[in-house]
């Protein structure tokens, strides 16, 4: 079992930034991957981003590209995602989920284990 724990959330106007946290403990792995989700009120849950454990390489959805960075230190076994020029629109619960592989990374239902979540409102 893989236990993930989000932090960082909060209320920001708009242009303002946040980073979040995703701490994972218990039985971490080395290869697969940890993504960042968000669901709004009413809609679907959405991908943000995700990052290698091994390599690190990072993918973003368009919508953030350029304002969010994913990062990760695999020694606290902690990825961050660093939120710069919010926007109204980014508010939702913000997601991040672990998988063992890299199939569809973009994809919600390849994720193994999931986070509690944390708010992020960003006010115009």
């Known amino acids: 079992q893989v236990q993930l724990v989000e932090s960082g959330g909060g209320l920001v106007q708009a242009g303002g930034s946040l980073r979040l946290s995703c701490v994972a403990s218990?039985?971490?792995?080395?290869?697969?991957?940890v993504g960042w989700f968000r669901q709004a009120p009413g809609k679907d849950r959405e991908f943000v981003s995700a990052i290698t454990w091994s390599g690190g390489t990072t993918y973003y959805a368009d919508s953030v590209k350029g304002r969010l960075t994913i990062s990760r230190d695999n020694a606290k076994n902690t990825v961050y995602l660093q939120m710069n020029s919010l926007k109204p629109e980014d508010t939702a619960v913000y997601y991040c989920?672990?998988?063992?592989?890299?199939?569809?990374?973009?994809?919600?239902?390849?994720?193994?284990?999931w986070g509690q979540g944390t708010q992020v409102t960003v006010s115009s």
């Open positions: 218990g039985r971490t792995f080395s290869g697969g991957a």
């Open positions: 989920a672990a998988r063992r592989n890299l199939v569809g990374l973009r994809s919600a239902l390849g994720y193994d284990y």
